[in-house]
T-cell receptor, first 118, second 114 residues
Framework: NAGVTQTPKFRVLKTGQSMTLLCAQDMNHEYMYWYRQDPGMGLRLIHYSVGEGTTAKGEVPDGYNVSRLKKQNFLLGLESAAPSQTSVYFC?????????????????FGPGTRLTVL | DAKTTQPPSMDCAEGRAANLPCNHSTISGNEYVYWYRQIHSQGPQYIIHGLKNNETNEMASLIITEDRKSSTLILPHATLRDTAVYYCIVRINAGGTSYGKLTFGQGTILTVHP
């Protein structure tokens, strides 16, 4: 299993350009997430999905859109990139484990995409 | 989700045990304690989690106090490759439309030196 993969690994954009980051997982996980990490800070949740065809906003969703048309893929889009979106983007996936009422999930992370917006 | 407090940094000698503390005084009864770590420039890696009882796996041990207000992650024989940022996270249950949100704070920078 490849686990969680992210494409591309690096990207430089100019302000106003658009791009899509691709996350793929081969573990048949229901849940998928997009985080961003700025220098010296912890991860912040952008958007997440609890299943194919569903998406929801996280802590910092502004300026991003997502889609989950297939269970194994979770796409993050930037319609008009801004310098404030310069960051490292991590995708993760998980599945629910444990007994009802006390379930938990271990998140598996991808290697990250380094995005610079000039 | 309960808030956690960790020391910003710690040092440990190679081969010795690394004991990383975490305070989570507002934890509720159905919240798990999770530990993740992030080695430089890589994605976070799950280490261990627990609810009430102490837990051990091939990577580490997790000691949770009886009142569940604090916990300690123990790396029994730290190596240079254990140098990383360690995150203690407390979160509510996952299931259905609950996505198992993980809130990452600043974590503890553990430096293992020769």
């Amino acid at each position: 299993n490849a686990g969680v993969t992210q494409t591309p690994k690096f990207r430089v954009l100019k302000t106003g350009q658009s791009m899509t980051l691709l996350c793929a997982q081969d573990m048949n996980h229901e849940y998928m997430y997009w985080y961003r990490q700025d220098p010296g800070m912890g991860l912040r949740l952008i958007h997440y999905s609890v299943g194919e065809g569903t998406t929801a906003k996280g802590e910092v969703p502004d300026g991003y859109n997502v889609s989950r048309l297939k269970k194994q893929n979770f796409l993050l889009g930037l319609e008009s990139a801004a310098p404030s979106q310069t960051s490292v983007y991590f995708c993760a996936s998980s599945y629910q484990q444990g007994q009802p009422g006390l379930s938990y999930n271990e998140q598996f992370f991808g290697p990250g995409t380094r995005l610079t917006v000039l | 989700d309960a808030k956690t407090t960790q020391p910003p940094s710690m040092d440990c000698a190679e081969g010795r045990a690394a004991n990383l503390p975490c305070n989570h005084s507002t934890i509720s009864g159905n919240e798990y304690v999770y530990w993740y770590r992030q080695i430089h420039s890589q994605g976070p890696q799950y280490i261990i989690h627990g609810l009430k009882n102490n837990e051990t796996n091939e990577m580490a041990s997790l000691i949770i106090t009886e009142d569940r207000k604090s916990s300690t992650l123990i790396l029994p024989h730290a190596t240079l490759r254990d140098t990383a940022v360690y995150y203690c996270i407390v979160r509510i249950n996952a299931g259905g439309t609950s996505y198992g949100k993980l809130t990452f704070g600043q974590g503890t920078i553990l430096t293992v030196h020769p």
